[in-house]
């Protein structure tokens, strides 16, 4: 079996939708987006808890095996929150001649 992942990594809380086909079936997870004392990484930890949940096998941190997944899909608002909320890093654009559309 393969599992499907679509993941939204915001600044707060990722959210992990797991699709398993062969079952008919899903599993939802969210987690902390930063969490540096239980994870390094929120989308992998997700991946790792539900592939270890559906698979019944212990899987160490930061340790995924991609045999079992299909495809991942992620988006994130975390830039486009900076961008609106002008919390980003100033930032200048320089292009050279033939660039007029940018």
């Known amino acids: 079996f393969k599992l499907r992942f679509s993941i939204d990594r915001g600044g707060t809380f990722t959210d992990i939708y797991a699709e398993i086909p062969s079952e008919s079936k899903?599993?939802?997870?969210?987690?902390l987006s930063v969490d540096p004392t239980n994870y390094d990484d929120a989308p992998r930890e997700g991946i790792r808890r539900i592939?270890?949940?559906v698979?019944?096998?212990t899987i160490p941190?930061?340790?995924v095996d991609t045999s079992n997944i299909e495809w991942i899909r992620m988006g994130t608002t975390v830039?486009?929150?900076a961008l609106l909320e002008r919390k980003g890093a100033r930032t200048a654009l320089v292009t050279t001649k033939g660039y007029r559309d940018i």
């Open 26 to 31: 899903f599993i939802v997870l969210k987690l």
């Open 51 to 53: 592939l270890q949940q």
């Open 55 to 57: 698979t019944g096998k």
């Open 61 to 63: 941190k930061n340790c």
């Open 79 to 81: 830039a486009t929150n």
